[in-house]
């Protein structure tokens, strides 16, 4: 089973700065990764697929970079929206699917 | 528009069982494996069952395995979870799930607003 390890578990940050959060995969996913936003309540939000391609209807300001083990959900300039829980998830070497810890991007 | 709306949530006692549903429009479903994934309270995601478009191979997670049976029916547009033998540990939100690509290994585009399992004395 491929283990994602999500970091930081928290992140604190204020409206218009710049979040990088991160997914480290215990072997290689290629670029079978995905990155989902979550809010209170709600079902996940597919952001990003195959590690850089932005799902439709997403903003420019949320972009994905990364393969191999390695992976980077980057937001450029955050918005008051913006402020959820992100996960990963690869869809290399399954099953099982599997998905990261979470990271909390919370308002500072 | 694409909707998932699953139903059959709700409180049952260890060792007992429930069938969740989730009901499929706006594509075309029998052209799409489906999954279910689940989420304990304040907890986070876990893949937990796949089917094939035609739902001739089916996967689960080891946590499920001989508990748990995904099915669908293609005619009714409608996926299965029947679940047996459920532990306290199988709290969770339901998520029915739609591939982005249509194989059962891909991220998922869509998902219902799940249905809360609560397995508790």
């Known amino acids: 089973e491929i283990v994602l390890t999500q970091s930081p578990a928290t992140l604190s940050l204020s409206p218009g700065e710049r979040a990088t959060l991160s997914c480290r995969a215990s072997q290689s996913v290629s670029s079978y990764l995905a990155w989902y936003q979550q809010k209170p309540g709600q079902a996940p939000r597919l952001l990003i697929y195959d590690a850089s391609n932005r799902a439709t209807g997403i903003p420019a300001r949320f972009s994905g970079s990364g393969s191999g083990t390695d992976f980077t959900l980057t937001i450029s300039s955050l918005e008051p929206e913006d402020f959820a829980i992100y996960y990963c998830q690869q869809r290399s070497n399954w099953p099982p699917i599997t998905f990261g810890q979470g990271t909390r991007l919370e308002i500072k | 528009e694409v909707q998932l709306l699953e139903s059959g949530g709700g409180l049952v006692q260890p060792g007992g069982s429930l069938r969740l549903s989730c009901a499929a429009s706006g594509f075309t479903f029998k052209n799409y494996a489906m999954t279910w994934v689940r989420q304990a309270p304040g907890k986070g995601l876990q893949w937990v069952s796949a089917i094939s478009d035609v739902g001739s191979r089916t996967y689960y997670a080891d946590s499920v395995r001989g508990r748990f049976t995904i099915s669908r029916d293609n005619s009714k547009g409608t996926l299965y979870l029947q679940m047996n033998s459920l532990r306290a540990d199988d709290t969770a939100v339901y998520y029915c799930?739609?591939?982005?690509?249509?194989?059962?290994?891909?991220?998922?585009?869509?998902w219902g607003l799940g249905t809360l399992v609560t397995v508790s004395s």
């Open positions: 799930a739609k591939p982005f690509y249509s194989g059962s290994g891909s991220h998922f585009d869509y």
